[in-house]
């Protein structure tokens, strides 16, 4: 898990982007949410929940709109952000909840997430033996490995965007973190028509 985790991903781009935009704590909530959509995914694969996925749908493919819709607004909003230089205290346009959001509808939305949790994860553990101990440990698994190396990267970004303190550099961290917040939604879009 750990390996996966730290390969370069949308999940990686999104950590970065909201810490290097808004600071650390922007990073932690978007890690929170990456790693509360795993445990979703986690508990559905455990408990032999894999219809709830095609059930949905309908329904599935448009928490996948609203994600990518949601990624392109915020990139959006970044691209308009004022550029002045400012102290990093000042600096923070976003709530703690849309990073949070941005992480989890990232990883709903994650074909290789569905995959891997509803797929090759079954094919690794014999889910008719497990025990709420045992989902309890692949959770907190899932919780250190995921979440650890996504820590890491939100702690780069974050020391990196220190660097920036004129407003030609705030406006350049603006307008990267907001053309990947937009890529990363125009992905989750295009993603989602695949499944048309």
Not at 114 to 141: E, H, N
Not at 161 to 188: E, K, P, Q, T
Request: aromatic fraction near 12%; charged fraction near 15%.
């Amino acid at each position: 898990m750990i390996v996966l985790a730290i390969i370069p991903s949308v999940s990686v781009l999104a950590v970065s982007a909201r810490a290097a935009a808004f600071g650390f704590s922007h990073g932690l909530f978007t890690a929170l949410g990456i790693v509360a959509g795993d445990i979703i995914f986690i508990l559905v694969a455990v408990y032999g929940l894999v219809f709830v996925a095609e059930a949905m749908g309908e329904q599935f493919r448009l928490i996948k709109y609203i994600g990518g819709a949601y990624l392109i607004w915020l990139g959006i909003s970044l691209w308009r952000a004022d550029a002045r230089a400012r102290k990093r205290e000042e600096v923070r346009q976003s709530s703690w909840g849309a990073s949070f959001l941005t992480g989890l509808l990232i990883t709903l939305g994650d074909q290789k997430a569905i995959l891997f949790y509803l797929g090759f994860f079954p094919a690794f553990i014999d889910l008719s033996r497990m025990t709420p101990v045992d989902t309890l440990l692949i959770i907190l698994i899932a919780t250190v490995g995921v979440g650890g190396a996504k820590l890491v990267y939100a702690w780069l970004a974050d020391r990196a965007s220190l660097i920036f303190d004129n407003s030609n550099a705030v406006r350049g961290l603006n307008i990267f973190a907001a053309c990947v917040m937009i890529l990363v939604g125009v992905a989750l879009l295009l993603k989602t028509q695949e499944w048309l």
